[in-house]
């Protein structure tokens, strides 16, 4: 089975090495891992080049630079690009792995349910999957995918979500995976914190994480 990983390193060199060096020994798939990188530092783009190129082998590593296009272009190009059976987000600036088999643990529950999409249920706004880490069915997104023109940057989980339930898709919840803003559920986060379970991801308290 192959799965497709996607990470939009934006301007972020440092925690995307980070991340790739993370899951690198991890994966028990063959995978194909799009990098989309929309950065627009050129310092930056420079590290983020070198760091594919010392995985390109492990992680086999495929890297699209285009950094005129948002967040949502960038994982939609990703998703046109995806070949594998699963289809498998990891916000490369938020994100912390603790365990060895978090892959297995989020493609687990998918086979066991034959569900379209999975990760951190939430509620604000709407009931959606969070979008700092999800997997989902690679022909699902496909149909779907992000709006670019409504939702370039923020809001596109909501409204992927929404349109997904809407047609009768199946989205579950995924415990080993925790994905939340943290400034909208602080003291929930905390309690993640503690827990390193699987991999978490949160944009407001990812800087007091240590291994």
Not at 53 to 59: G, V
Not at 186 to 201: G, M, Q, S, T, Y
Request: proline share 3%; aromatic share 12%.
């Amino acid at each position: 089975m192959l799965i497709s990983l996607c990470l939009v390193p934006f301007n972020n060199s440092k925690n995307f090495a980070r991340i790739l060096g993370q899951i690198s020994n991890k994966i028990p798939y063959k995978i194909e891992t799009i990098i989309i990188d929309n950065s627009t530092d050129k310092y930056e783009i420079a590290a983020i080049q070198k760091t594919v190129k010392n995985y390109k082998e492990k992680l086999n590593t495929k890297y699209y630079g285009n950094n005129s296009i948002s967040l949502s272009e960038a994982v939609n190009k990703a998703i046109d690009r995806a070949k594998g059976q699963y289809f498998i987000y990891l916000c490369s600036n938020h994100i912390w792995i603790y365990s060895d088999n978090f892959i297995q643990r989020m493609i687990e529950p998918m086979n066991k349910s034959g569900a379209d999409m999975g990760g951190t249920i939430c509620y604000e706004v709407a009931k959606h999957i969070q979008g700092g880490i999800y997997i989902a069915k690679t022909d699902i997104l496909k149909s779907f995918r992000y709006d670019e023109k409504r939702y370039p940057f923020s809001f596109m989980d909501v409204d992927i979500s929404q349109r997904m339930i809407k047609a009768g898709a199946e989205l579950i919840n995924i415990p080993a995976v925790y994905s939340i803003m943290g400034n909208i559920m602080p003291d929930l986060h905390k309690e993640w914190l503690k827990n390193k379970e699987v991999a978490i991801c949160h944009s407001h308290f990812y800087q007091n994480i240590k291994e």
